[in-house]
Nanobody, 123 residues
Framework: QVQLVESGGGLVQAGDSLRLSCAASGSTFSNYAMGWFRQAPGKEREFVAAISRYGAVTVYGDSVKGRFTISRDNAKNTAYLQMNSLKPEDTAVYYC????????????????WGQGTQVTVSS
């Protein structure tokens, strides 16, 4: 199974950019679709973005479309989330996830999760 560790979170101001990384180990990285989720205090976990195993397909949540970009580098066993034009409502703990589902719902089924990294956007 794969182990996932997020990094890159922090405190930024509204309008700033931040890039999160998710380093994978323990298994062949290209076996997994990768996703990013977030959870704000008192709210349910929210889907942010997903990328297919070789990066050909990406999917985004409505709230981040046009501002966030998911990518991956299979040679480095790392997935990324580039976050631009950050807003205070983007404040949350961000989690990366790995999935092995190969069907049409590949971006809805996730098997492995990281511990999360805090992103705080001040106004």
């Amino acid at each position: 199974q794969v182990q996932l560790v997020e990094s890159g979170g922090g405190l930024v101001q509204a309008g700033d950019s931040l890039r999160l990384s998710c380093a994978a180990s323990g298994s062949t990285f290209s076996n997994y679709a990768m996703g990013w989720f977030r959870q704000a205090p008192g709210k349910e976990r929210e889907f942010v973005a997903a990328i297919s195993r070789y990066g050909a397909v990406t999917v985004y949540g409505d709230s981040v479309k046009g501002r966030f970009t998911i990518s991956r580098d299979n040679a480095k066993n790392t997935a990324y989330l580039q976050m631009n034009s950050l807003k205070p409502e983007d404040t949350a703990v961000y989690y990366c996830a790995g999935g092995t589902n190969r069907g049409s719902n590949w971006y809805r089924v996730w098997d492995y999760w990281g511990q999360g990294t805090q992103v705080t956007v001040s106004s």
